[in-house]
Structure formats: structure tokens, C-alpha cells
């Protein structure tokens, strides 16, 4: 009988793959230095698509070894899990959906940058609760900890796909006071998705609150307007 990978031969895996210099540039456009969202984060230098390959060879690894792998100091390695947490999300009955889900959440403080929780929300936690209640994601959003905050507004990524736009427009008014800029281009982003499936529906939430909301979300929310359009919502008057 053929073995499942553990998470120590994938770990090993990756470190072959290792590039120091790319660690080097990934340290500094993660803002690991003190003081920056990604402190103390570390990296060896694997490209993404290296590491969603590495993640497809290993995709049989039992739930417990990816959960270590996801435990990991190495940002590479905590990426890999999650990409393995993914596939085997898809491919799994109800029950087990719900088991991937229940590592996933009980592992929030590892999901600590913002491709983590951008490559992941949507396709976990948001597929998830499609067709459940959503009450949780509002809890995230009032996190003290700005990725459980950006996991509650990214999730919406995937309502979005259903042209369900509640909950992104709610959770949106929620962290338009936000103080994280990472939080503002999260908002904008979702806000312009919005906007792609139904232009009319992210106008009336800009009209009503585009005058107050951080000028980062504004212009993230509007970068797919014509310019004429631009150009009068970011010149709206406080009222």
C-alpha cells in the first residue's frame, strides 16, 4: 500500500524548491520588517504556481498532516496547505466538507497575509456558507485582527459569483471606518466586483456612502468606471 505524503516529506519537498534571493524580495513585498503587517513572517522562496504544483502531487495527505503543514512558520508551507485544504474541499462529500471547514476556521491565525486569506476565503469558508447562515462572517468583520477582517469581506468573493450581493455590501459598510489600508483595497476590490455583475447596485451604495468612505476603497471600487464617472464620485461632498 502506497503511503500518503506527510506534511515533513512536502516541507522537504519545498525546501529543494527553495530560492534565497526570491525569499529575500518575498520578505520585503510581504512586509515582514517590525512593525509591518507581515512581522516576523518567513519566507523561502517558491513561486505560486510551483508551490500549487507541489500542493496537486500531495493532494491525498491525510487532514492531520495538512493541518501541520498549515501550523508551519514558513509562509510557503502554510500556502501549500491551503491550496491541498482546497482540492480536497472540492472533491469531498458534505461531511467532510465540513471537517475541512472546521480546520480551516480553528486555524485562522496562521491564514496571516493577505494572499493566504485571498487565495483561500472564497473558496473555503465563502463556498461553505453559500447556502447557510452567515452570522460568523459578521463576527470576523468586527475582529480586533485585521486578516479575520479581510476573511469576512473576501469570503463574499464567492456570494458575489451568485449575484448575491447582501452580505458584501453590509459587511463593506462595516469596514468603511476600518484604519488598515490592506482592509480598504479589500473593500474596494469586492465593491467593484459588485459592480461587474450589477453596476446600478454598487452606484446606489457609492452614492450613499462614497463621500466618507477611505479614498484607497473609493478608487479601487471605481477603477472600472468610465472616467467621467470616476471623476464625479471622487469629487462627492461630505453632506
Avoid at 68 to 74: G, M
Amino acid at each position: 500500500m502506497t503511503k500518503t505524503p506527510t506534511a515533513n516529506q512536502v516541507k522537504l519537498e519545498l525546501k529543494q524548491l527553495a530560492d534565497p534571493a526570491r525569499a529575500i524580495v518575498a520578505q520585503g513585498f510581504f512586509k515582514t520588517g517590525p512593525g509591518q503587517y507581515g512581522e516576523g513572517d518567513k519566507f523561502i522562496g517558491i513561486t505560486v504556481p510551483v508551490q500549487r504544483q507541489v500542493a496537486k502531487s500531495n493532494v491525498d495527505m491525510q487532514l492531520s498532516e495538512v493541518e501541520r503543514l498549515l501550523q508551519s512558520p514558513v509562509h510557503e508551507h502554510r500556502l501549500t496547505a491551503l491550496f491541498i485544504l482546497i482540492s480536497q474541499y472540492k472533491s469531498s462529500s458534505s461531511s467532510r466538507r465540513k471537517t475541512i471547514i472546521s480546520i480551516y476556521k480553528k486555524n485562522l491565525r496562521f491564514i496571516n497575509n493577505w494572499d493566504l486569506v485571498d487565495s483561500s476565503a472564497p473558496q473555503l469558508l465563502g463556498d461553505f456558507l453559500i447556502d447557510k447562515p452567515r452570522a460568523e462572517l459578521y463576527k470576523l468583520a468586527r475582529s480586533g485582527n485585521l486578516w479575520r477582517r479581510r476573511i469576512a469581506i473576501i469570503s463574499t468573493l464567492r456570494f458575489i459569483a451568485e449575484d448575491d450581493f447582501k452580505d458584501t455590501l453590509a459587511i463593506s459598510e462595516i469596514l468603511l471606518s476600518d484604519d488598515e489600508d490592506l482592509i480598504h483595497k479589500a473593500v474596494g476590490w469586492m465593491l467593484g466586483e459588485v459592480g461587474n455583475r450589477d453596476k446600478a447596485c454598487e452606484l446606489s451604495f457609492l452614492e450613499l456612502h462614497g463621500a466618507t468612505m477611505p479614498r484607497t476603497t473609493l478608487r479601487y471600487a471605481i477603477e472600472r468606471f468610465p472616467k467621467k464617472d470616476r471623476k464625479r464620485l471622487m469629487n462627492l461632498k461630505k453632506k
